[in-house]
């Protein structure tokens, strides 16, 4: 009985992506970076969870207000985690700590010429970055807003902090009362 030759060809065509999708995970030279410039959509996968560049630091969003008394103390934007008793079902709360995680990643991606020439205010990134602040519970009197990401790391028995990117001062002085 001879085979469809559909389902020979579709074969082949699911045989060699899967081939190429596994040398691209063990060799990442010149070959496979000609090879992923032909095919389109990122449809070869590269998996780098923890190597070959592992992450060395965490980025972690804070931000403080300023009010009669002058700039308060910078605080963590951190959603905390949802309740052991649902964590296993549903985390939320993870979902909205990884969306900052992402937004905070973007940012990194923005040009430093975009940095100088003050068009990052202008990016999804920080306009989202800087709503999720400006919602954030804060005293009543409030002036000014203004957040920074900075970068943790530990190197022996030591922990390291960097800013990494501040943000403008914001006047919180035209922001609609249902959101300050």
């Known amino acids: 009985m001879p085979e469809d ?8 065509v699911f045989a060699a992506w899967w081939v190429a999708s596994a040398v691209n995970q063990i060799d990442s ?3 496979t970076l000609r090879l992923r410039r032909h095919i389109p959509f990122g449809l070869l996968p590269l998996w780098t ?3 070959p560049n592992p992450a060395k630091a965490d980025s972690r969003l804070v931000w403080r207000v300023e009010g009669g008394s002058g700039w308060q103390l910078w ?3 951190h959603f905390g985690f949802a309740p052991a008793r649902s964590r296993w079902l549903v985390n939320h709360r993870l979902v909205q700590n990884k969306a900052v995680t992402d937004l905070v990643n ?15 205010l202008l990016s999804s990134a920080y306009l989202a970055l800087l709503g999720l602040v400006v919602a954030q519970p ?8 203004q957040f920074a990401i ?13 800013v990494v990117f501040l943000s403008e ?10 959101v300050c």
């Open 138 to 145: 804060r005293p009543v009197g409030c002036t000014s807003i």
């Open 106 to 120: 973007s940012l990194h991606r923005v040009p430093r010429s975009a940095m100088v020439d003050r068009t990052a």
């Open 49 to 51: 969870f923890f190597a």
């Open 75 to 77: 605080q963590e934007l």
């Open 150 to 162: 900075v970068n943790s790391s530990r190197s022996s028995s030591s922990r390291q902090v960097e």
């Open 169 to 178: 001062v914001h006047d919180l002085a035209d922001c609609p009362d249902d």
């Open 5 to 12: 030759p559909r389902l020979v060809v579709l074969a082949a």
């Open 29 to 31: 030279g010149a070959l």
